[in-house]
């Protein structure tokens, strides 16, 4: 397992660029524009430190965010996610939002911390029961 970078929502773009980037000295490594879900990535590290990276996360439809709300997820790269997540689910962790995909799935710790879990190089080929199973409660 590798950890990849942690979420979190913002509500204004450009003030939170200018916060980030301007004030504590992060730069903008990646940018995703997802038109169809109508929001945006942009992915900060700290200089020098390109794996320890911070996703803001801007939903261009408004939300107020609540405390806890604006914390998105941890996330981590996985080698074989139906692995792990079967292996969660053994363990008496509840899959919130299984690999369906075979490339993602997201867990909640007992604290309610999101966790997204990310396959490791292209998707795993879709299985049961992984691509009929629906999602859990919130994650």
């Not at 730069?27 to 700290?46: D, M, S, W, Y």
Request: proline share 6%; aromatic share 10%; with cysteine.
């Amino acid at each position: 397992m590798k950890y990849l970078h942690t979420m979190v929502r913002v509500s204004d773009l450009d003030e939170s660029l200018d916060f980030y980037c301007n004030k504590l000295g992060m730069r903008e490594i990646q940018r995703k524009v997802n038109e169809k879900g109508r929001f945006t990535l942009v992915f900060l590290a700290a200089p020098g430190d390109e794996d320890a990276q911070i996703e803001l996360t801007w939903n261009w439809d408004p939300e107020e965010y609540g405390e806890g709300r604006n914390f998105g997820h941890l996330a981590y790269r996985v080698e074989n996610i139906y692995e792990l997540c079967q292996s969660l689910m053994d363990q008496g962790v509840t899959i919130n939002r299984p690999p369906r995909d075979g490339r993602m799935a997201f867990i909640r710790s007992p604290d309610n911390i999101s966790i997204e879990l990310l396959q490791a190089g292209d998707p795993l080929p879709l299985a049961e029961p992984w691509e009929s199973m629906p999602n859990t409660g919130k994650w």
